[in-house]
């Protein structure tokens, strides 16, 4: 019975000591070859942006950008103030306070339940659309639109008069890119009280 250690797997290898020459040694051939890859570089005229905000680069279609609250055909509000969308977001950048629809504010908002304040904080939204997916009521959508820029941290909490789109029908903002077939072709059925 041998007691010698036996390798644990086969992958050992023999390393040789080979001693560098003098060459190798002062390393001025690696860093002439260095120099040189960073002057080929330095040289070459490429341009590696664009001119924003004079000219966009071209964005996919189901680009997901700036949120935008939803109306209906007559100009209410979709949101239900539900809460699942805020439930949903992982970044917890979702907050809202539900309130009840007072009588004359039918034109104002669909349902009995509406969100008196509604607030993104796009800092911490990761632009993942699952707002959108939870969304029962097709209210929130994100949108082919840049979030502006600012140098305060304040400003980029959005409210309700940032996110819900204008009364004027011409100014909405179209979403339809954002649907699968499925949905359009089922949004074309009026006998369902979700599509009317």
């Known amino acids: 019975m041998s007691t010698a250690m036996q390798p644990l797997t086969q992958r050992s290898r023999q390393v040789s000591n080979k001693k560098m020459s003098l060459m190798e040694r002062i390393y001025l051939p690696a860093i002439a070859k260095g120099m040189m890859i960073t002057l080929k570089h330095f040289f070459t005229v490429k341009a590696a942006t664009v001119k924003y905000p ?16 939803k109306r209906d055909d007559q ?8 809460g699942l969308c805020a439930v949903a977001c992982p970044a917890e950048a979702i907050t809202m306070v539900a309130d ?21 904080n796009m800092l911490r939204c990761i632009f993942c659309g699952d707002c959108e997916d939870a969304c ?23 409210g309700k008069e940032w ?10 903002v179209d979403v339809s890119k954002r649907q699968t077939p499925e949905v359009l072709k089922f949004k074309e ?6 599509n009317r």
């Open 54 to 69: 004079e000219e966009l680069r071209p964005m996919s279609k189901v680009y997901r950008g700036m949120h935008v609250l």
């Open 75 to 82: 100009g209410r509000e979709r949101c239900t103030a539900c």
């Open 100 to 120: 009840e629809r007072k009588k004359g504010e039918e034109k104002l908002y669909r349902e009995e339940k509406y969100a008196s304040i509604y607030e993104i």
């Open 136 to 158: 029962p009521k097709e209210a929130i959508f994100l949108t082919d639109r840049l979030v502006p820029t600012d140098y305060q941290r304040r400003p980029f909490v959005y």
């Open 163 to 172: 996110l819900v789109e204008p009364l004027d029908p011409s100014l909405r």
């Open 189 to 194: 059925q009026r006998q369902y009280s979700h």
